[in-house]
């Protein structure tokens, strides 16, 4: 089969991945002065990408970094590269960095933002972890403290994920002062014994996840008891289901947290339930 050449977005261009490039005094790369969002995509269609580009346009103004060019002008270029990449199902990543400058703490007041987009293809329909259920462990939250502002410096995260890989886990869930705060690249979510949707309420303590809004729409329309209010790790582990919302997953099950099965050890009625309306309305309203 033809291998298909890989285009990204640079400043302007339209280019082969290997010949995009960006300056080595970056700030994105030198101190983590960037913000990004992950739009996920169906059938060449981006989901909620209104959502992630107001959530962007809200991280570039809690920074003082200057929005390049218009939402509507990004949106093209997502739409251009799902095209030129023949992107079906998967996500299209969108990094604006403060720009280009001499090493020093302080920025220029004249400085020009970089912009970089790219497409990865992903199973996001049905992959194999979603059918058998995530297993988490718990790790101290050691990220700064303005969690809403969606900016590159994922290495706490980064660092989490590997341990529980470590560990034999899929994933890692971040804990405050005994109360879960949200995944590595996750909100997280539990049922309660009760039957009661819980998730941690918005705060600079975690990210607001667009598909998080989305789920609880959906919970709310079918009905289901939601309270927006931190849970702790015991009662994580004694939940009768748990799962995980992001851009990269839609709605991921957990069956276990820190070695502790949840409910029977499968993904929970609730969960799959709520995972299969969001899959149908992303499919349907977009
Ligand atoms: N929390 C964190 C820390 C994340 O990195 C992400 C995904 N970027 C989320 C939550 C989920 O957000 P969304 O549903 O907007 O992808």
Same mark, same amino acid.
């Given at each position: ?10 400043? &302007? ?18 101190? &983590?002065?960037?913000?990004?969002e992950v739009t996920a995509c169906l059938d060449g269609r981006l989901i909620d990408n209104a959502a992630h580009l107001e959530r962007l346009s809200r991280s570039l103004d809690a920074l003082g970094i200057d929005l390049p060019m218009s939402l509507s002008r990004i949106e093209t270029i997502q739409c251009r590269l799902i ?6 199902? &998967? ?61 590159? &410096? ?31 690249s996750t909100n997280a979510f539990i049922v309660t014994a009760a039957g009661k949707l819980k998730t941690r309420a918005l705060s600079e303590d975690i990210l ?79």
């Amino acid at each position: 089969m033809k291998q298909m050449m890989r285009i990204v977005y640079v400043n &302007g261009h339209f280019l082969p991945a290997r010949q995009a490039s960006i300056s080595i005094f970056d700030r994105g790369l030198l101190f &983590g002065d960037a913000v990004y969002e992950v739009t996920a995509c169906l059938d060449g269609r981006l989901i909620d990408n209104a959502a992630h580009l107001e959530r962007l346009s809200r991280s570039l103004d809690a920074l003082g970094i200057d929005l390049p060019m218009s939402l509507s002008r990004i949106e093209t270029i997502q739409c251009r590269l799902i095209a030129d990449n023949e992107l079906t199902d &998967g996500i299209v990543y969108v990094q604006i960095s403060r720009g280009t400058g001499e090493r020093d703490f302080l920025w220029p007041e004249a400085i020009t933002p970089n912009i970089i987009m790219f497409t990865q293809s992903k199973n996001l329909r049905s992959p194999p972890l979603a059918d058998r259920g995530a297993r988490v462990v718990t790790a101290p939250d050691i990220r700064w403290k303005r969690r809403d502002i969606k900016t590159t &410096g994922l290495l706490a995260q980064s660092l989490a994920k590997a341990k529980a890989k470590e560990m034999g886990c899929d994933d890692a869930w971040l804990v405050e002062s005994g109360y879960v705060t949200e995944g590595s690249s996750t909100n997280a979510f539990i049922v309660t014994a009760a039957g009661k949707l819980k998730t941690r309420a918005l705060s600079e303590d975690i990210l607001s996840g667009i598909t998080r809004r989305a789920v609880l729409s959906i919970a709310t329309r079918s009905q289901l008891e939601v309270e927006e209010a931190a849970f702790s790790v015991d009662e994580a582990m004694a939940a009768k289901e748990a799962f995980a919302t992001g851009s990269s997953y839609f709605v991921l099950p957990v069956v276990e947290i820190n070695s502790s099965q949840i409910g029977d050890g499968k993904p929970g009625p609730i969960t799959n339930q709520i995972r299969q309306r969001y899959i149908e309305l992303a499919s349907l309203t977009l």
